[in-house]
């Protein structure tokens, strides 16, 4: 059965930059070959593969949370850097969308599934269903 996010993998095209960004994002490195990077951050494990970058166009990205008392900060941070954004924020929670040195989309977010779910309750999205389960969503 599965258990959850095993790991992340991003395709790079300048291992030494992506390395350096996901650094100032507070990630560890692991460890590093010719080929890629092993980095990790609370538990999450990020790989980074040194090869040809296709983004697309669609709303795909990776969420990352943040504690809302640190929110500022990391978005003051951002800019310091130049770190450019891809979406204005139109949800609950605050969250700031961002891309890495490749065109991966980032997002830093405010808020958890139990937060979202109760705001869509009081302002339901069009045919919107919810399924009830055990652990109370």
């Known amino acids: 059965m599965l258990t959850g996010i095993n790991h992340i993998t991003l ?24 080929q890629g990077a092993y980095l990790s951050l609370n538990g999450l494990w990020l790989c980074l593969s040194l ?25 003051a941070l951002l800019d310091t850097h130049n770190v450019p954004l891809w979406k204005e924020n139109s949800s609950e929670g605050q969250s700031i ?3 890495d040195p490749n065109g991966h989309k980032l997002e830093a977010h405010c808020g958890t ?7 869509i309750r009081n302002a339901p999205y069009d045919g919107l269903r919810f399924i009830e389960t055990s652990t109370g969503y």
């Open 11 to 34: 395709a790079t095209d300048n291992l030494d930059r992506s390395v350096e960004f996901y650094q100032l994002l507070g990630f560890t490195v692991n460890a590093i070959w010719n």
């Open 51 to 75: 090869g040809e970058v296709d983004v697309r166009s669609d709303y795909s990205h990776l969420a990352l949370g943040i504690e809302e008392a640190d929110f500022e900060a990391f978005s």
């Open 97 to 99: 969308y961002f891309l």
């Open 113 to 119: 599934l139990e937060s979202r779910l109760k705001s």
